[in-house]
Structure formats: structure tokens, C-alpha cells
């Protein structure tokens, strides 16, 4: 999150962990004008590749357990919040019971972890990469 917020108005961007046909992580990002979409993919792939050699700090490491959690419970609270929560658990771990034991593993995940998961996924081979830009007129 560090490189895309603070881009300097080159992108804007979300993500989904929660994928029920697709199991892993999605990311989207728009171009923000004046820049270009291969600017944003430079700016994606740094941090990506950024992601892979220098750990998190800290902060970021707390952040982010924070917002998860807080994205957990924001979902907890309606029946279809919690319908895809159990489904997603049962697909990706394999047991719709780890909702139970989520804060914790969560709160175990280290800035090495996090390394060691960057450099196993965010490869060239795992990528796809897709752009829709308007046709000129």
C-alpha cells in the first residue's frame, strides 16, 4: 500500500483477497490523468518487486492486520457478509471453521512471512495482466 497511496496521484487502486472462483489475491488500479497505464504498471511492479527484498515495517505490519480485521467485522454483519467469509474459508483453507481462529493467525503473519509470500507469488508466471483504455475517437 505504501508506493500505490502514496503515487502521487498517478493511480487509484483497490484489491480483493475474497475470490470464490479465482482462489488469490486481485488487484486494480486506474490511471489517474495526466499518466498512462504502463506508468501505473511500472509504479505496481516496483512495489511488488519492493515487496520481495525489503520488509514491511512495523506500522505497515500493524495497519494491516487492523484493516483486515476491521474488513472481517465489517462483513460479519450482514448474512451475505458472512455467507462469503464461510465459503471463502472453507475453499481457501479448507475449513469454513477457521473464522474462529482468523484474528490470531493473522496477528501471527511477521514482515518475513509476508517476504517469503511476495517472492512465491508475485512471479511473471502468476500474472495477469489486463488494460481497457478508450478507444480514441
Same mark, same amino acid.
Not at 516496483?46 to 465489517?74: G, H, I, S, Y
Not at 475453499?91 to 471453521?97: K, Q, T, V
Not at 517476504?115 to 511473471?124: C, L, P, R, S, V
Given at each position: 500500500?505504501? %508506493?500505490?497511496?502514496?503515487?502521487?496521484?498517478?493511480? @487509484?487502486? *483497490?484489491?480483493?483477497?475474497?475470490?470464490?472462483?479465482?482462489?488469490?489475491?486481485?488487484? #486494480?488500479?486506474? %490511471?489517474?490523468?495526466?499518466?498512462? @497505464?504502463?506508468?501505473?504498471?511500472?509504479?505496481? #511492479?516496483? =512495489?511488488? $518487486?519492493?515487496?520481495?527484498? =525489503?520488509?514491511?515495517?512495523?506500522? =505497515?505490519?500493524?495497519?494491516?492486520?487492523?484493516?483486515?480485521?476491521?474488513?472481517?467485522?465489517?462483513?460479519?454483519?450482514?448474512?451475505?457478509?458472512?455467507?462469503?467469509?464461510?465459503? @471463502?474459508?472453507?475453499?481457501?483453507?479448507?475449513?469454513?471453521? #477457521?473464522?474462529?481462529?482468523? *484474528?490470531?493467525?493473522?496477528?501471527?503473519?511477521? %514482515?518475513?512471512?509476508?517476504?517469503?509470500? %511476495?517472492?512465491?507469488?508475485?512471479? =511473471?508466471?502468476?500474472?495477469?495482466?489486463?488494460?481497457?483504455?478508450?478507444? $480514441?475517437?
Amino acid at each position: 500500500q505504501r %508506493a500505490l497511496s502514496s503515487s502521487g496521484g498517478l493511480l @487509484s487502486w *483497490g484489491s480483493n483477497l475474497y475470490c470464490q472462483l479465482w482462489p488469490g489475491f486481485g488487484l #486494480y488500479v486506474r %490511471a489517474l490523468f495526466p499518466h498512462t @497505464s504502463a506508468e501505473v504498471e511500472a509504479a505496481v #511492479y516496483r =512495489e511488488l $518487486d519492493r515487496l520481495k527484498t =525489503e520488509p514491511v515495517t512495523e506500522d =505497515e505490519l500493524t495497519r494491516a492486520r487492523n484493516r483486515l480485521l476491521t474488513d472481517q467485522l465489517r462483513r460479519l454483519k450482514k448474512n451475505n457478509g458472512l455467507a462469503r467469509i464461510l465459503t @471463502s474459508f472453507q475453499s481457501l483453507a479448507g475449513d469454513w471453521r #477457521y473464522l474462529t481462529s482468523y *484474528g490470531e493467525e493473522i496477528g501471527k503473519l511477521t %514482515a518475513d512471512d509476508l517476504m517469503k509470500a %511476495a517472492n512465491t507469488y508475485f512471479t =511473471e508466471r502468476n500474472r495477469t495482466v489486463v488494460f481497457l483504455e478508450k478507444e $480514441d475517437s
